[in-house]
């Protein structure tokens, strides 16, 4: 990929409002990792605790090109952070973990609920020697609940919370969707929280615990969908590619070359969409006049869209109706977003250099821009116990 637009560490347009700030992080995997990946690009002192030999199980994986200890989905949410090995079941392991407490600002782990209090670092041990900590605790079902001790994974609570069976056609559900977003979100929840916790703990001068799920982080995600049932007794139901409005000139459609998604929900883009489409003519049929009868004749709609469609490729129908306010794109995949110009303008995408190695990584920025650039990493992905000397070196 080419340079991006990322603010780098050092220059004055790059806000750090997370410097000065200590993370302890205690999670593996996704969703864990990356809530503390958050705050590692918000400027904050990320202390990844990993345990011996083994380290983040997210480490085992497809090697990344030129460096084989290092795994593509430990990359993904781990670059801008220290890696230390500590053995929590052992009397002294679980010494230094409660030691780091007492320096940290953030503890962040997702055990299953009940394990840390087992292992001797839950909420309240780290309170007793950090007494205004901010502990997000991240799980499958949350810390509370019926279901609060079943283990979890990604696409099991997208089973559990209804997203499979909304995921597909009528005639295909159930479907996972394709990369674990649960697990993001439920990571983008969890950092959420705690730059709220910070607030109210200096405002407060008190501990705060959070208890981050994946289910809850999954259901308020669908909030317009659950709202639908819970408030207007509507059953949502799968609908494919078609839009959740179920307008006729909504979905996806085959074009002379490529796939072409278009949603035109609204009178006015139905509109616009007719004259780039040359189908004007279509408002003279009283089939296709009004929204209702729109939606009583939308097969005969579809099939004369669909033909239409077919003269030119994804693409120059993207353009022309992306230019006359109609949101329509080319079906993309990876490589072929990853190609975009556009990304790389946003700086979506940051290039980070390998600390051990010449190897240039990408890995995600924080997903916004700040103040006219993206945050990416101050630094790439650890080694294991890369910085296990360095950081206990510090507490003597």
């Not at 999954?218 to 949502?236: D, E, F, H, Q, R």
Request: glycine share 10%; hydrophobic share 40%; net charge negative.
């Amino acid at each position: 990929m080419q340079e991006a637009s990322v603010a780098q560490a050092g220059t004055d347009s790059r806000p750090m409002p997370l410097k000065g700030i200590r993370v302890l992080d205690l999670t593996t995997v996704l969703a864990g990792p990356y809530c503390t990946y958050q705050l590692a690009l918000l400027g904050a002192e990320v202390i990844k605790l990993e345990k011996p030999g083994v380290g983040d199980w997210a480490r085992q994986g497809h090697s990344v090109r030129g460096i084989p200890e290092l795994s593509a989905q430990f990359v993904a949410q781990n670059a801008g952070k220290k890696s230390i090995e500590l053995d929590l079941k052992s009397a002294e392991g679980l010494q230094h973990a409660l030691a780091l407490a007492t320096t940290a600002d953030v503890v962040v782990e997702n055990f299953s609920p009940g394990v840390s209090d087992r292992l001797g670092i839950g909420y309240e041990h780290v309170r007793q020697v950090k007494p205004n900590i901010v502990y997000c605790a991240m799980s499958g079902y949350g810390q509370v609940g019926e279901m609060s001790q079943r283990p979890a994974y990604d696409h099991v609570i997208q089973a559990a919370s209804g997203i499979t069976m909304l995921t597909g056609s009528p005639e295909s559900v159930p479907n996972r969707i394709g990369p674990p977003l649960v697990d993001y979100l439920a990571g983008i929840y969890g950092a959420f929280a705690v730059l709220a916790a910070l607030r109210e703990r200096d405002r407060t001068g008190a501990s705060q615990f959070l208890d981050v799920s994946m289910l809850d982080a999954a259901v308020v995600a669908m909030a317009s969908t659950v709202s639908l049932y819970a408030n207007a007794g509507k059953i949502p139901v799968a609908n494919g590619n078609t839009a959740a409005s179920g307008s006729p000139m909504s979905g996806i459609f085959p074009t002379r070359e490529g796939l072409l998604s278009m949603t035109a929900n609204q009178h006015g883009q139905f509109v616009r969409a007719l004259r780039v489409l040359e189908l004007e003519g279509l408002m003279e049929d009283p089939r296709f006049r009004e929204d209702e009868a729109r939606l009583a004749h939308a097969a005969e709609l579809r099939e004369v869209l669909s033909r239409r469609l077919l003269d030119k490729t994804a693409l120059q129908w993207e353009e022309l109706l992306s230019a006359a306010h109609v949101p329509a794109a080319k079906v993309r995949t990876v490589p072929e977003l990853l190609a975009t110009e556009h990304l790389v303008q946003r700086g979506t995408i940051a290039r980070v250099k390998d600390s051990g190695s010449d190897v240039t990584l990408d890995v995600p920025s924080i997903g916004f821009r700040w103040n006219g650039a993206a945050l990416g990493p101050l630094s790439g992905p650890p080694r294991l116990g890369e910085h296990t000397s360095t950081v206990l070196g510090r507490l003597g």
